[in-house]
């Protein structure tokens, strides 16, 4: 053998031959989708293991139309409800022997469509959209031409904590209730006796997360014969800790009187929970707090916070089993691939009747 040989790059060709199986025995063991001889496979593998081989999934995706990559598309990884989204997708995509890709787009649409346009080329088994999105009749057009091109290229385009966007469309939605869980955390301080209820948000209204929690809201007081005040409406609240403390602030010092605040989020409640605390007021005694997700900050605040359960991790794995079902063909497109899942309020300490009609900071 020469030296260039000894350097040589190992060959489909070679693992059958060691093996002394044909070339399409080999791809059939690797793609583990076809049934081959458990003697056969164990030789295959072995022969693989011996020469060190290493497939060209590029060219194996030519062949089979994707790699066994599955993409994650998320708009911040640090936050907490996405990153358990981003983990249950995680672990059913390992426990089916895919590879994980993450990309964050900071809420910025163009770096979601550079990504969606790379994972597209690497021909991904499915890229995955995580978290809320403007939806805007450009928004759905855009979703559903992309949809269009991944399902042409051989993947699948899953929109998880998303809304559909339109009938017969390519595409597997993932979501939960989102303004089941608004309504239930409203009726919550209602039944309570509370009327005056701050609604602490953000995001533009046609923002998913926000639409879905604020007309949530606005239905839970109608029903139950409260009018919706619009000066108790904030929606300019970032999902951030400092951005719920500071609203808060300005609300407690110079907005209209309040008796109870529904966050939009656990972490925009942390913030407000900070922020009462600062002002010389207490939770639950003189303002009642509210949050949505029930992340582990939840049971970390003083008092633990009654919030909204979103199952994240369930609807992440849920997310990768479907649009992987579908290309491994058990499973069927239309209903099978929309999942909804149900969310329901946490009761702990933060809830109480109102103390008074509203509050201001003690002095």
Known sequence: MTRRDEHRQNTIRDVAARAGVSVSTVSRVMAGDYPVAQATKQRVQRAIKELNYVANTHARALVAGSTQTVAFIVNDV????????????EQEAARRGRLCLVCTTEGDPERE???IHLMREQRASAVILIGGA??????????????????????RLVLCGRP??????????????????????????????????????GGPPSFTTTLGRLTGYQRALEDNGVPADPELIETKVQFSRASGYEHTRRWLSSGPPFTAIF???DVVAGGAMAAIFESGLSVPEDISLVG????PLATDLRPQLTTVRVPYEELGRSAVRLALELKEGRARSGSEQHAVFGTHVVVRQSVAPPAREGVRPRR
Not at 78 to 89: L, N
Not at 149 to 155: P, V
Not at 292 to 295: A, E
Request: aromatic share 8%.
């Open 292 to 295: 949505y997700d029930d992340i």
């Open 263 to 265: 966050a939009e989020t």
């Open 164 to 201: 559909p966007i339109g009938a017969d469309m390519p595409v597997t939605v993932v979501e939960y209730d989102n303004e089941a869980g608004a309504y239930a955390a409203t009726a919550h301080l209602l039944s309570r006796g509370h009327r005056r209820i701050l609604f602490l948000g």
């Open 113 to 115: 469509l550079a990504a």
């Open 78 to 89: 640090r936050g907490p409800a996405f990153a358990a989204a981003v983990h249950g997708a």
């Open 134 to 155: 403007v939806d805007e009749p450009a928004y759905r057009a855009r979703m559903a031409e992309i949809a269009r091109s991944l399902d042409a290229a051989g993947s």
